[in-house]
Structures are given as C-alpha cells and as structure tokens.
C-alpha cells in the first residue's frame, strides 16, 4: 500500500506546485501600454502642431523622440516589476519581446524619416498599423479583450490617414496621434484597472 | 513491485525541493531566488544548494542581474530540464498505475 501511496503523494505535490504558481501568476507590465501611449500621443500632437506651424524638415525628427523617451522608461518599469513579482511568465515574456521589435522598428522608421526628409505616403498607416497588430496580438496573448477590440478599432482607423493628401498631409500625423490614443492609451488604462483587480483577489 | 521500476525515476528530481523548484519554472519564464524560497517553503541555506546541483546537472540556468540593493539572481529552466521533468512525470504515473494494480491483484488473492 505505501508504494503507490507514496507515488500518489509526489504526483500530488506536483499538481500541488503547479496550481501554487499559476495562482500566484502576479499580472505585471500594466504601465507599458501607457509607457508607450502618453510620448507617442504627445509627441506626434506636438510634430502636427509644428508641422502646421512652420512645415520644416526638422520636424520629421520629433519622430525619434518617441523611441527616446519610451525605452529608458519601459526598461526601468520591467526592472522594478520583476523585482516586485520575483517572477516573469511565458505569454508576458512573448508580450515583451513583440514590443520590443515594434520600437525598434519604430526607431528606425524614425530615423529614416529625419535623414531623408521624405515622408512616405504609407508612413502613418504602416504605424498605425504596427501599433494597433501589437496591441491586437498582446491581447489574445493576455486574454483581455478591450485590447482585441482596441487593436481592430486601431487597425480600422489606421488606413485613415491615407485620406489625407496633398496640402491635407500633417493631418496624417494627427489622425496616427488618436490611433495611438484609441491603441495605446485607452486599452492601457482598461488593463491598468484589470490588474489592480487581479492582483487584489 | 519489481525494483528494476526504479531505475528509470531520475534521482536529481526525486526530492522535494528540487522537484518543487522544477516545476516552478517549467510554469514560468523565469523567477528569482526570493520568489523560488517562498514556492518551495524552504530554507534560504537548502534553495541555494539545491539550484546549485539542478545547475550542475544542466537543467536550470542561473544569472545574475543588476547590482548593489536591486541584485538578483534569476532562474531559468533548460530544454534538458524541461525533458528530464516531463520523463520524471510520465515514470510516476507509470509506476502509480502499476503499484495501484498489483494492490488490487493482491487484494483479490487475499480475499
């Protein structure tokens, strides 16, 4: 009797250990959609007010400034959640590395933008795009929907800007400012509550 | 119960803390000394040894992050571990089955 008793006790605790940390799984990076979504939203506001303003080349470099202020700060909330957590899960890790490759396109589109001083046509639909396919593809992964619903309305509102031609064209900058609002900044807030709610039960 | 069973149960997982320890990151990408103390119940001194050997056996990765107040030393489980871990799992409920029917033959010849 006490063989299989014994086996039934380790194969319990594995169970047991399995349950434990899944129930333990802490929601973390609340703050990186809003990480993204203020500089982004703020920045691209500030480019179409200029580029309304004064219409200068230079103005195409605001671009960059998103990577710039985005990065130090995902980084620094990453290192204080995991510090706080003590842990890091798999769909988390998938998140992570999704939007990492998003900026560091992003960066690089912006960059391009400011040596060349062309601005492509496409450039805010492909944008906008990358944003709301991340914020789509984060969902699924978290299982929240808000951010699926978001994605779509995004991704919808991407192709917008394409409307806009011609001397209409700093328009195209706004218009991928309230994607990123409807993208980044309102599905970071609906995420931000959903974790505080998580988290406390 | 034939003890030649036996062999195949993995003696690097067949203890308490270590299995724990295993099953703990096999959930997760990865998770710190702290976090593993409190899933395994055990003795900071008893972790630090255990990860060790897991280590030495190839079945996790330990690296250390950052420095000063905010260091930290971070798990990770290997592709070995994760195999060894799934073999160990498979052999248990192997060995539960066969224990719970030579039980039952055994009942029915006393009875």
Same mark, same amino acid.
């Given at each position: 009797m006490n063989g299989a008793y014994n086996t039934k006790l380790e194969l319990d605790m594995i169970s047991r250990t399995r349950a434990q940390v899944v129930g333990r799984k802490e929601l973390t990076g609340d703050n990186l959609f809003l990480i993204w979504g203020y500089p982004t939203a703020f920045v691209l506001f500030l480019e179409f007010a200029t580029l309304m303003l004064w219409n200068k080349d230079w103005c195409e470099?605001?671009?960059?400034?998103?990577? @710039?202020?985005g990065a130090p700060l995902m980084i620094h909330f990453?290192?204080?959640?995991y510090h706080r957590t003590g842990h890091r899960t798999l769909e988390a890790n998938i998140a992570l590395q999704m939007w990492i490759f998003i900026g560091f396109i992003s960066c690089l589109g912006g960059f391009t933008l400011g040596f060349t001083g062309i601005f492509p @046509?496409?450039? $805010?639909?492909?944008? +906008?795009?990358?944003?709301?396919? +991340? $914020?789509?593809v984060t969902g699924v992964i978290l299982r929240f929907r808000p951010k699926i619903y978001c994605g779509v309305i995004g991704a919808v509102l991407s192709f917008a800007p394409l409307f806009f031609q011609g001397d209409l064209w700093p328009w195209q900058v706004f218009v991928t400012s309230i994607v990123s609002v409807v993208s980044l900044i309102i599905p970071g807030h609906l995420f931000k509550q959903y974790v505080k709610h998580y988290n406390e039960l | 119960m034939n003890p030649i069973k036996l062999i195949h149960i993995d003696p690097m997982l067949h203890n308490a803390v270590r299995l724990k320890i295993m099953v703990a990151l096999d959930s997760l990408e990865s998770a710190n000394f702290m976090y593993l103390c409190e899933i395994t119940d055990a003795a900071r001194g008893n972790v630090s040894i255990q990860l060790k050997t897991l280590q030495e056996a190839?079945?996790?990765?330990i690296s250390r992050s950052g420095s000063g107040p905010i260091a930290q030393t971070v798990?990770?489980?290997t592709q070995l571990g994760i195999k060894a871990l799934h073999e160990y799992e498979k052999e248990l409920h192997k060995l539960f089955?066969?224990?719970?029917?030579?039980?039952?033959?055994?009942?029915?010849?006393a009875g």
């Open positions: 470099w605001l671009w960059v400034g998103i990577p @710039l202020v990453l290192r204080k959640d @046509l496409c450039y $805010c639909t492909f944008q +906008g795009l990358l944003i709301s396919i +991340g $914020c789509f | 190839g079945y996790i990765e798990c990770r489980i089955s066969k224990e719970v029917s030579d039980e039952e033959t055994n009942l029915s010849v």
